[in-house]
């Protein structure tokens, strides 16, 4: 049984409960500042995140469920809070919520890794054993895949792996005209019903991003197939590919190990892609006969290439959780702190909340929801009755912890008179710069003031807007961070995507994980997610404040509002 990685991101590895997962993306080391960093208490630290997954301190980027347990194997620098000295540093958790570290798991050793022991994937094979496929960087700089298997495997704590003699199991050549240093990011592999094991490695050639496939029948012989399972001229370099099928049939929410196929199977594919740092996928049919991948929209139009996150995301990754039948997805956020403020609070990068993935009804994209694991944070519940909010009204939330708090909320619209006329269609994060919070719309902007300033000289706001655009009413949903801090340092850029909800015949909801520094959003049930990292400096601890609040012409009425206080995780 093959069982996808769970996440792992860009600078992480992972290992999901039934796999493992590490991921590299292009980073820069900054030796200088390595033993620089420093680390303060929580009491002095504003932006430390509570229920998001990082480290005591240092850099972190980048989850296996195994005998019970979710195991997260993360790259991680123990000598400070850059990039630089990377090991698989190792926690597991029964919930995906609550963490418990373990001693690093994995360390440069063979000549085939002796630079670097990067992402990879883990694979549950015949018998239960897990194997993980991971790049390594040999002494030339290039790069290769190599296998690891448990030392013991009656540990379910997978203390211990051990690599093969064989390594490395794949290299780059010349005659396939791959670049030693764009051969990396091996998946989960899946088993044909030829008896063949399957894997991808991320590459290029030239500007052609490539899902380059290899196969084997013991997984430790590979050799590269004829063609690879999908390929897109001008894409640039494919990093942290991920390949699993999704089920097209109620109940879409059921998960499926990642050597499923059939009638009712669809199968997605995932890329990280380098030169823009995004996540982009395709939903399509994977034909077996000709191994290859054919998307319904490929890459050729850009507004039909979908992204899990359109924040600050990047380097995700999949697995198929055996124990609730669900495929979780996991991804990674970096700063948006200069690199001289990441080594004065010396840590980085966090994981954002495992979320559960299925394929939207509509068979057009997926659909993204927090694991229901971390509702047992919630406590000290506020609810609010229906209620009209007018144009230009900001209304108070009280009753909750506004820099650790997990906000439901669902608007109505019912005059669409006064929406913009849209004549073009243009990008929705260029819109949402355009037309953020505090430009007054026809409908909207309407939704959250969240890590807000008692004056508003500091707030991230997550809104929709409507437009009208070719007679059809178009939702726009962004995160503004324009005005979340006065350090301006920072990263404050404003995302934004549009939302394929029709608010004639539903309600748009909106709910916001807020944690320190992290401001997690998920629109339309699922269908649209933004994660944005803000730092703010009026707006902490208690000096923080959020709000509903609507800057349109028209009036919108809140049909519901839940909202909670969240417990900190125990987290290493």
């Not at 993306?25 to 620089?36: C, K």
């Not at 199991?169 to 088993?191: C, G, H």
């Not at 924040?311 to 495929?327: I, L, Q």
């Not at 923080?544 to 800057?551: C, G, R």
Request: with cysteine; aromatic share 12%; net charge positive.
């Amino acid at each position: 049984m093959a069982i996808s990685p769970i996440l792992l991101i860009a600078l992480f590895s992972l290992i999901y409960g039934n796999y493992v997962i590490p991921i590299e993306a292009t980073h820069h080391v900054y030796r200088t500042l390595e033993s620089s960093s420093s680390y303060s208490s929580h009491h002095d630290q504003p932006y430390r995140t509570a229920y998001h997954f990082q480290p005591l301190k240092n850099w972190i980027n980048g989850p296996m469920r195994y005998g019970g347990l979710y195991h997260l194997f993360y790259q991680y620098n123990p000598k400070g809070a850059v990039w630089g000295n990377i090991v698989w540093a190792h926690s597991a958790s029964k919930d995906l919520v609550n963490w418990t570290p373990l001693d690093h798991a994995i360390h440069p050793s063979q000549p085939s890794d002796i630079k670097g022991c990067w992402s990879g994937s883990a694979t549950i094979l015949p018998g239960g054993k897990p194997a993980i496929l991971y790049t390594g960087i040999d002494p030339n700089n290039h790069q290769v895949q190599n296998i690891a298997i448990p030392k013991n495997m009656s540990d379910p704590l997978l203390r211990e792996w051990k690599k093969s003699p064989k390594n490395p199991l794949m290299e780059p050549t010349v005659a396939n005209k791959i670049n030693a240093s764009s051969f990396r990011d091996p998946t989960t592999s899946w088993l044909g019903k030829d008896g063949y094991w399957r894997v991808l490695i991320g590459s290029k050639v030239h500007r052609k991003g490539i899902a380059i496939m290899y196969k084997s029948k013991n997984f430790v012989d590979w050799f590269e197939a004829k063609h690879p399972l999908h390929s897109a001229e001008g894409t640039g370099m494919w990093e942290c590919p991920d390949f699993f099928p999704v089920l097209n049939k109620n109940p879409l929410t059921i998960g499926l190990d990642t050597s499923v196929n059939g009638d009712d199977v669809r199968h997605v594919l995932k890329v990280s892609l380098d030169d823009t740092k995004h996540d982009h996928y395709l939903i399509g049919t994977y034909d077996t006969v000709k191994d290859v991948f054919v998307p319904d929209n490929g890459f050729e139009n850009n507004q039909n290439v979908l992204r899990y996150d359109y924040g600050k995301y990047y380097a995700s990754k999949t697995f198929f959780d055996d124990g609730k039948n669900r495929r979780i997805l996991l991804g990674w956020a970096n700063e948006s702190s200069s690199v001289v403020d990441d080594v004065k609070k010396g840590w980085s990068g966090i994981h954002t909340i495992p979320r559960v993935i299925w394929l939207h009804k509509s068979g057009k994209q997926l659909v993204q929801w927090p694991v229901k694991e971390l509702e047992n944070l919630r406590m000290n519940p506020v609810n609010w009755p229906t209620k009209v909010i007018k144009g230009g009204e900001l209304i108070p939330i009280t009753g909750v912890n506004s820099v650790q708090a997990d906000v439901e909320i669902s608007f109505e619209v019912k005059d669409f008179g006064k929406a913009e006329l849209l004549d073009k269609w243009i990008d929705p994060q260029i819109l949402c710069s355009q037309k953020g919070a505090s430009v007054k719309g026809g409908v909207g902007p309407f939704g959250l003031h969240v890590f807000a300033s008692k004056g508003l000289q500091e707030y991230t706001a997550v809104f929709f807007r409507i437009f009208r655009y070719q007679h059809k009413n178009l939702v726009l949903m962004c995160s503004d961070q324009s005005r979340s801090s006065l350090n301006k340092e920072n990263d404050m850029t404003t995302y934004g995507t549009f939302v394929d909800v029709d608010p004639l015949h539903e309600k748009l909801s909106l709910r916001t994980l807020i944690d320190h520094s992290v401001v997690e959003s998920f629109g339309g049930e699922g269908r649209a997610c933004i994660t944005a990292r803000v730092y703010p400096t009026l707006a902490i601890h208690d000096k923080a404040l959020l709000y509903a609040f609507n800057n349109g012409n028209s009036a919108v009425k809140i049909t519901r509002l839940n909202a909670w206080s969240m417990k900190k995780a125990k987290i290493n």
